[in-house]
């Protein structure tokens, strides 16, 4: 299963961006493979409806699952009918999101 991460710096140490459909960059995990990829966020500089974009960009690389400090309404109802779980992450490194979830520590919204 693809996890998408909302984040800023394309780093190991990079921290959950606070803004999900502004962030810079996606960090999409799988957690089968345990191998990642940095992806530029396309819609950071839309003029609006960034969230929603990012949710259909995400989608298309096949996530199934994103972890955000929060999702706006728009952005939601796009992952939601795309069939893409929503966890509630706290800011902290992706590295710490990730094992937080697979060990079953995060929350979906």
Do not use: C
Request: charged fraction near 30%.
């Amino acid at each position: 299963m693809k996890i998408g991460i909302p984040i800023d710096e394309r780093s190991e140490d990079a921290p959950m961006a606070s803004r999900f459909g502004r962030a810079l960059y996606y960090l999409i995990y799988d957690l089968e493979t345990k191998k990642y990829e940095y992806h530029e966020n396309p819609s950071a500089m839309a003029r609006g409806g960034a969230g929603v974009k990012a949710s259909e960009f995400l989608a298309s690389q096949g996530v199934k699952a994103v972890i955000a400090p929060r999702v706006g309404p728009n952005a939601e109802q796009v992952l939601r009918t795309s069939n893409i779980t929503i966890y509630k992450g706290q800011i902290e490194p992706w590295k710490n999101l990730i094992e937080k979830l697979e060990k079953n520590k995060i929350k979906t919204v």
